[in-house]
C-alpha cells in the first residue's frame, strides 16, 4: 500500500518559512513525479512545486523564486521549502505522486499552512 506522509505544516507570519515533507513509502523512484498542490478555502486545487523522476522541476508563478521543491533519494523524502510566506500562501497542501506502474495519483492527507499579516 502506497502511502505519501506529509508533516510540517504550521501558521506562521507574513515574511516567514516553513519546510514541507512528504515521505513516500516504498521507492521513490517508483513515481515519475512527485510534487505539492494546495486548497485554499473557496478555490480550487493548484500545482504548486512538481519535481520529475529525471531531476526537472517546475513551479506555479505565484511561488516562483519563494519556493523550492527537492528531494532526498536515500530518505525517499519530497521537500518543499517555503520562504517569503504570504497571506495568499494559506491552504491545505497535499503532497502528490505520479506513480509508473501502475499508472496512478497518490494523495497525502494534507497539511495547513496558515500565514498571518
Known amino acids: 500500500q502506497v502511502q505519501l506522509v506529509e508533516s510540517g505544516g504550521g501558521s506562521v507570519q507574513a515574511g516567514g518559512s516553513l519546510r514541507l515533507s512528504c515521505e513516500v513509502s516504498?521507492?521513490?523512484?517508483?513515481?515519475?513525479?512527485l510534487g505539492w498542490y494546495r486548497q485554499a478555502i473557496g478555490r480550487q486545487r493548484e500545482l504548486v512545486a512538481q519535481?520529475?523522476?529525471?531531476?526537472?522541476?517546475k513551479y506555479a508563478d505565484s511561488v516562483k523564486g519563494r519556493f523550492t521543491i527537492s528531494r532526498d533519494n536515500a530518505k525517499n523524502t519530497v521537500y518543499l521549502q517555503m520562504n517569503s510566506l504570504k497571506p495568499e500562501d494559506t491552504a491545505v497542501y497535499y503532497c502528490?505522486?505520479?506513480?509508473?506502474?501502475?499508472?496512478?495519483?497518490?494523495w497525502g492527507q494534507g497539511t495547513q499552512i496558515t500565514v498571518s499579516s
Open positions: 516504498g521507492s521513490i523512484f517508483s513515481f515519475s513525479a
Open positions: 502528490n505522486g505520479e506513480s509508473i506502474n501502475p499508472v496512478r495519483e497518490y
Open positions: 519535481i520529475r523522476r529525471i531531476g526537472s522541476s
